[in-house]
């Protein structure tokens, strides 16, 4: 069939052009193959390379990995449904589009079966045609802008040095990033599926229902924070500043529960010692001034809670020597 009756000899694809999609036709009817070039390059827009062999093809993804490839189901003497799966193995993600002019359920089946992506039945029309393409080919940008979007979000869940960790609404472990994995010396294997509150990070059983009882607040829509203990790889407590919070979809439903975790046990430390170093002498290491003075607010704090009598600097005349008259 002749979608354009002034179609022009092929000419070489020349190097691959980023800019614009590559469509792969193979066909073994020149007349055809090269419609269907000057279609999708002039009203299309596209960088088209054609082959009229199943071997011509292969040889052709060494220089080109295209977008699309449109494959005659008849190639002479071979069934080019075989082709298929080869081009989807050696061009991961591209779309393979089965056309025959074979209308019969086996046929669509067969097809089906070699995983193509759509199925063109001949003749072609040619607005339909290019419509079809340019579905398959806005589906496909969209699956590789979620692939490259899923694939920054891994990059940044694995990479960030607090602990992370994704849960079901029902409170099941999804992932645990690298630096959660590796503070308690665990392996994804052994955690993944487990209630988040049973996992081998919690010190104790009553941190583990702390965590069931934050989860349970965080999963009614409210994020959640708190500072508890956690047991590392070498059996030491951490002080982990963890934060529970709910992720929700257009619904306003929780989808996924996002647990973080910053250890905060270097900081704490750091503010003990500084306190330390405010309350007792550089040299000594004695009490100071400032930590005598704490003491007697504190001191004074208490005797006004406890209602003692205020304190006097002179004795009373009821308690002076007899001697002083």
């Not at 199943?54 to 449904?81: K, R």
């Not at 708190?226 to 929700?248: A, F, M, T, Y």
């Not at 503010?271 to 005598?292: E, G, M, S, V, Y």
């Not at 004795?315 to 007899?322: F, K, R, V, W």
Request: net charge negative.
């Amino acid at each position: 069939m002749m979608l354009h009756p002034d179609a022009k000899p092929a000419s070489p694809a020349g190097p691959r052009d980023e800019r614009r999609p590559c469509v792969l036709v193979v066909d073994d009817d020149p007349d055809l193959l090269l419609s269907l070039q000057d279609l999708l390059e002039v009203e299309g827009g596209y960088q088209v390379v054609v082959a009229a062999s199943h071997e011509e093809a292969v040889a052709l993804l060494d220089e080109f990995e295209p977008d699309l490839a449109i494959v005659d189901v008849c190639l002479g003497q071979t069934n080019g449904l075989d082709l298929i799966p080869e081009l989807k193995s050696l061009v991961p993600g591209a779309v393979c589009l089965a056309m025959t002019a074979d209308r019969s359920v086996e046929r669509a089946v067969e097809a089906v079966r070699a995983d193509a992506d759509d199925y063109l039945l001949k003749p072609l029309e040619p607005a339909r045609f290019l419509r079809t393409i340019e579905k398959h080919l806005d589906l496909r940008r969209t699956e590789l802008e979620r692939q490259e979007y899923q694939r920054k979000f891994r990059a940044v869940f694995q990479q960030t040095e607090q602990l992370v960790f994704l849960l079901e609404p029902s409170g099941e472990l999804m992932e645990a990033n690298e630096a959660a994995l590796a503070l308690a010396g665990l392996s994804g294997e052994e955690v993944v599926g487990k209630p988040f509150w049973e996992t081998p990070w919690w010190s104790s059983s009553e941190t583990s229902q702390k965590i069931r009882d934050l989860f349970d607040v965080a999963a009614q829509g409210t994020t959640i924070r708190h500072e508890l203990e956690i047991i590392d790889h070498s059996g030491h407590s951490v002080i982990l500043d963890l934060s529970i919070k709910p992720i929700r979809n257009e619904r306003g439903q929780t989808d996924l529960i996002l647990a973080e975790g910053r250890d905060i046990s270097e900081l704490r430390e750091a503010l003990k010692q500084l306190a330390h170093r405010a309350h007792h002498d550089a040299l000594t290491d004695l009490p100071n001034r400032i930590d005598f003075e704490d003491s007697l607010d504190r001191a004074l704090a208490r005797a006004i809670r406890c209602h003692s009598p205020p304190l006097s600097s002179t004795p009373s005349a009821n308690h002076l020597p007899s001697s002083v008259s």
